[in-house]
Structure formats: C-alpha cells, structure tokens
C-alpha cells in the first residue's frame, strides 16, 4: 500500500517558474500598494489627532452622488462600499486564477494555505467571542474583525524585514490573505447585512447575466462591460448586501484559459490576467490608500483615551485575536495538513518558518477596519475602538514577525541565492530547468509504461480519471507535480483539467 505521503508533495516545495514569474509581478505591486496604504494610515491617524482634525471630519463625511439612486454617501462609505470593491474584484480575478491555471489547480498545493486561511479565520473569530462573552460590557458582533489578513500590509513588511523570504512562503502568505479576504466577504454578506431588500438583488441578476456572457465570449470593451459593472455594483448596493461583494462576484465571473478559437490555454494569459494587470495598480495604488487614508483616522485622546480604550473587551478581543489567534490559527492548521497528509517541510525551511507568516497574518487592517464600520457604525466610540485596537494589533504582530523572519534571514538568503541561479544564462533558473527535465523524462517513462500495458491488458488509468479528464501525459508535457515538487508522489496520478 502506498503511504500518503506519497500523495503529496512538500509543505512550501517550489513552483513553476512561469507561475514563480507571475507571482513576483503581483508581490512587486501589492508591496508599492502597501506603502502607499501605511502612508495613508498615518497621515489619517496624524491628521485626526492635529489642531486641523475637524477639516479631516469634514472631508470625511462630506456626501455627494445621485440620492435618487440610494447613493447619496458620504467620502468615507464611497471608499469602503466603492474603491474596495475594485480590490475585491482583482481578489476574485486572483483567487480564481491561482486555482484554475496556477500551481493551486493541483489540490494537493491548495491544501495548505487553504486550510491555514481557515484556520486563521476561526480561532481568531473564537478568541474575540471568548473574551467578550465573559465580560459584562462585551460586544460578541464583532466577531469577524480579526479574521483577516492585510495582504498590502504584510508584503510591505516583507519588503523591508524579507527582502530574501523563498518564494513559495510568499505565495503561501499570499494566496492566504487572498482566501480569508474572500472568506471575510462572504461573512459581511451573510452576517452583516441588517436590512435586505429582495427586488434589486433579483434586477442585478440581469446585468450581471450580460456580464458574464460577454466575458465569457472574451470581450473587452471596456464601454459594454463597464456600465455592467456600475449596474450590478448598484443594485447589490440598493438590495443591501454590502456592495463589495459584487467585485467579488464580478472577478469569479471572467473566463482564465483563452479559448480553443484564441489558441487555448497555451496561447498565452486569458481575460482574467488581462483585467488582474489593468484593475491591481488601481487597487493597490488608489483605491486601498484612500481607504486607509478615510477610514484610519481616529482621534485617541491621549492617554486618557488610550486607557479608556484598552477596559474596552472589543479592543482586547481584536488584539488577541490578530496577535495570539491567527499564529494559532495559521501554523495549527498547516501543522494539521503535514501530520495527516505526512508531508515534510521543504528543504531547507523549518517550522519557525511557518510561525514568523503565521505571526505576520495578524496583520489586519483594510477589511477589518471594513468590518468594524459595519459591525458598530461608522464614527462610533466603538467603531473608533476598533481602529485603536487594530492599529495596535498589527503594530504588534508586524514587530513579533520581524524578529521572528530577522533570525532566518542568512538561511533565507541562501535558498533565494540557489533558486535564482542560472548558469547558462538561458532565462530560467538551473532548478527550475532540472526540474522541467525531471518531468520530461518522467513523461517518457509514462507514455513506456502505458505501452506496456495495452500489449498487456487494459490501462487501469485509461479507465479511470485519465480517461475521464481526457488526458495524456506526453515527453513535452511535465508530469503532475513535477515542478518544485521535492517529495515523491504515486506516478500514476494524472493533473486534473483546469475548467474553462
């Protein structure tokens, strides 16, 4: 009997390097978008505790737009149901991506960081209910603050303390914030939507119909599938679902794979990677910075205010839930995945690897000040405790996360040093190319084996999922899991067919 670890390959292994190229691209812009978010945070927090903090309210809560249309809002709800649904929708595009076309198609990649955004959501969510359960003053509604992970955030940390962290931690840190930013999501439509009004959910249904025949008929006129968008983003806005879910549903909506007409999936990226590199330097570069810039701001009081705020179980319940629940949440769940799957680390890396991420997952900043608006009202003193208590958090898990990533750095140095060198100055790293190789003889073996086996009897794969998918394995084409897997696995399996 094959053991199960056989099955999987290891916990953090290398990439492809197509998809390790792709990736980096998105860190580059996710990481300037992080800078800009903490300069808009700080300016918000400086300018609402200056001598010109009314001008920073009055800025804030001035209204404009069509009130005709139920959207009247004022600067701060245009940024958080508006601007924050153009990140949502590159978060769709990017989720959807990863798990139709990227290295997370395989289920057995997924696993991990999937397993590890759930785990960062629910101890963090328990922790914040256990701490305001049992105190008199405790506000349990609040519960889905702490859930998420600032991805902008924590990469612009990573810039500055991780310069050298291997690319398959910041992937693994990535696609997690991604996931639990989708889960926060589908938390705010369910649990914090107070009043729903059915007849514009259904009417959005038409526009959105029409935008997604269109996408998937490839188009990219942005005058026919724009004004789609607005009108399903007002509709789920009027209907009271919080609007940003409709970015969401939007970016699940467009097609990844080119069409066999365009060439195929090997033809090049599909619509998804074409909108993804249009809508992420908006995202990341206007419309998550504004947010912070109009929705950071909070005035503390000095320290009066401070202690007024830290006898607030809320507060307390977010800290520790961004502080001590996702390290718990994040690292317990990938544990989990390792000891039952009986996967190994990759070479090289250990545990604490695992715990300096987990630790920076506490990060929680974009969605959870969202959630904190939602859950207590914008401008309200508990609102204004939510903003204290998630600055305080993130501050405090980014510094445990640097000391943590700062004690690994040569270790980190000499991974990124081995997986970037290329001496034959071909484009692609040496170990990126061996394991290309790896797969290509492996396909040989394959194709040998099943040769074998119809002079023998039948295939049982040929009758199996092999058959069912489709698919046969070639010399040209990488065997499943081929690149970057370190660990061994059954060379029987076949790579499941990405959907269109």
Known sequence: MVETSRRFPRVFSRGSWPESVRIADVLRQETIGGALLMTGAVIALVWSNSPWADAYATIRDVTFGPAS??????????????????????AGLELKREFVAGDLRDPRRAAVPVAAAVGGVVVPA???VVVNATTASGQVHGWAIPTATDIAFALAVLAVVGRHLPPALRTFLLTLAVVDDLIAITIIAIFYTADLTVTPLLVALVPFALFTLLVQRRVRSWWLLLPLAVAVWALVHASGVHATVAGVLLGFAVPVVRSDAAGG????PGLAEHFEHRFRPLSAGVAVPIFALLSAGVSVGGGSGLRSAAHDPVVLGIIVGLVVGKPIGVLGATWLVARFTRAQLAEGLGWVDVLGLAVLAGVGFTVSLLVGELAFGTGSTGDDHVKVAVVLGSLTATLLATGLLRLRNRAYRRISEAELTDSDADGTPDVHAADVD??????VHRRAHRGRAVADGPDPEATGVGAAAGREVRPDQPAHGAPGDDGPTLTTSVPPTSPT
């Open 438 to 443: 790896r797969g290509r003889r492996h396909g």
């Open 126 to 128: 328990v922790l914040y």
């Open 265 to 268: 999936p090997d033809a090049g």
């Open 69 to 90: 249309l139920h959207l009247e809002l004022s600067a701060s709800a245009w940024a958080a149901d508006g601007l924050l649904a153009i990140f949502f929708f590159v």
